[in-house]
Structures are given as C-alpha cells and as structure tokens.
C-alpha cells in the first residue's frame, strides 16, 4: 500500500515540477509572459506555445487559487483541486511515456 501512495505523490510532484519549471522557463527562453494573449495573432510559433500554455497551466492555476483563496474559499479550493488533479495526470504521462513505468 505504502508503495502505490509513494507513485502517486511521485506522480503528483513530477506534474507539479514540470510544470512549475515549464512556467517559470518560457519567459527566460522567450521574453514573453506564458498568457493567453500570445494567442490572440498566430504565427508560427502557435502550436509550441500552445503546448507550453497546457504544460504550465497547473502551477499557474495553483498560484492563482492559493492568491484567491481569501475572498470566496469554496471556488478558490475547487481550482486548487482541479490543478493537482491535472498536474497529477500529467505526472502519470511523463512517468509512463519518459521513465516507462507502467
């Protein structure tokens, strides 16, 4: 039992830390801001962008609940469960696709 709770925080963590490196990288590497206003004109660059945009999006949305979890708690805690489900099932697709754990 031990050892399926250890997979999934492993699993859970490597979604939250990919997706935290994803989110803080893009604007080193490109010099804009990870928002959706970089879709407003495509161009070339619309499909990476858009890639990045749903890699990074759990630590954005855990940032944004843990900033509005003041003003109503109930919402603000339903998106904070939201973003560790979706870093959660991301972390299940690098697990299985990178390190090949089945």
Same mark, same amino acid.
């Given at each position: 039992m031990i050892?399926?709770?250890?997979i999934w925080f492993f699993a859970l963590a490597s979604g939250l830390a990919s997706s935290g490196a994803i989110?803080?990288?893009w604007p080193? #590497?490109?010099g804009e801001p990870l928002e959706l206003r970089q879709f407003e004109e495509p161009d070339m660059l619309t499909p990476?962008? +858009? /890639? %990045?945009f749903?890699?990074?999006a759990?630590?954005?949305? #855990?940032n944004g609940a843990l900033?509005?979890?003041r003003n109503p708690p109930l919402f603000a805690t339903g998106k904070l469960f939201l +973003? /560790? %489900?979706w870093s959660f099932f991301q972390g299940v697709f690098i697990m299985h696709e990178i390190f090949g754990v089945a």
């Open positions: 050892k399926v709770q250890l989110c803080n990288l080193l #590497i490109t990476v962008r +858009a /890639l %990045a749903v890699a990074g759990p630590f954005a949305m #855990i900033r509005d979890l +973003a /560790l %489900a």
